[in-house]
């Protein structure tokens, strides 16, 4: 049994995590909210973006497919750089092993991009990977970052280096519940949008000017619409990050409480016994000195 | 008097949202245009150029975006441009700066054409930039 110092040792060093664990969950807490305030500020825009998408592609400003690529999909990993938000990390490794278990099985190869530090420091010890890039995640996602990203992704597609283009990364849901998702956002899917069209709705944008042309317009579309939703699938990340840590320490924070209390139960049961043991010592002296 | 609504989006910014305006002078690729109410609907690429739009009963606003586009749709107008810079937020002194270092790295040889044309849009940026915050001052 630990003695009566070992437990005032152990309950102050556990009181201690308790409010670094408290610190960092306010910390993400407000984090968080910021990481939401930009998700909803950008949605308007990407809103937009998709719409003038679904326009388009009605118009048959059709997708020009690279036929001859070469049958090689590229993934981007989205990852934090730090831990301590409990299976946020290992849900993104996850995934990420089993797209490329799932495309080797088929026969093809993968390239990777990753943003953040944890997947690739497990998955670069793990297997061989075919990197192609990889940056850190940042403290704050901005739209530059995005940008660059999708060039170097497009760069890669456009080239027929790869036929397909994947992202994994976790969806904020809310505060404690984020899911995870591979989305492949290259070759773009034909629109279902256009394609529920009504004809009122179709006549309408067959009367749209377009300035220059349809086909000009499409393809520099294309490419934002492709910068969007990197930029959105970084930030859903960036707020999943942060909702899964603030989770994550409010968790061990209330564990901390639980120990700090279980101990100081141990500590006063034993400081009690020993009091006893002194107590009972001085009455049998004074007993003995008595009968004597 | 007639109006129609107004946004105009950016990624991190959203400089109006569904506001009634009367006028909006945007830059297309093919030249500036004037959208009044009840303009036909219109979809356009957008050059670093400037904005100036009108709202109900305010002054105009000048502004710069650096490319984008312009989707006109029955009443609706909607700007959705890369980057929102407006009039007063202009530094012109850093534009300056930016047009310089755009123009030294210009005249450095052997570089291939995307680098010279990201370089030259700088330019083309910074002296938009320019004169539109000069005009406000």
Known sequence: MASIKDLKKRISSVKNTQQTTKAMKMVSAAKLRRAQETILSQRPYAGEIAKLMSILSGQGASEDTITNAAPVSLLIVVSSDRGLCAGYNSSVIKAATNYIAEKTAAGKAVKCIFVGKKAYEILRGRMKLDLVHYEEFGPKIVFKKATELSKKALELYEKGEVNEVSIVFNEFQNAISQVIRTDRILPLEASAAAASEGEAQKLIHELTLYEPDKSTIYAALKNKYFVVQIFKALLEAQASEHGARMSAMENATKNAGDMIKKLTLLYNKQRQASITKELLEIIAGSESQKTA | ?137
């Open chain 2, 1 to 137: 008097m007639d109006t129609f609504s107004l946004s105009i989006l950016a990624p991190e910014r959203r400089l109006l949202q569904n506001e009634r305006a009367t006028s909006l002078v945007v830059t297309t690729v093919d030249g500036e245009i004037e959208i009044l109410p009840g303009h036909a609907n219109l979809v356009g690429i957008l050059a670093p150029g400037r904005f100036v739009y009108q709202a109900e009963g305010q002054k105009a606003v000048t502004g710069v975006i650096s490319s984008g586009f312009v989707n006109v749709e029955e009443e609706s107008v909607k700007v959705v441009a890369e980057t929102i810079e407006l009039a007063q937020e202009i530094d012109v002194n850093r534009a300056k700066a930016a047009q310089k270092k755009a123009e030294e790295m210009l005249t450095a040889a052997g570089m291939d054409e995307q680098t010279f044309r990201k370089y030259q849009l700088k330019v083309q940026r910074a002296i938009i930039r320019q004169q539109i915050g000069g005009v406000s001052i």
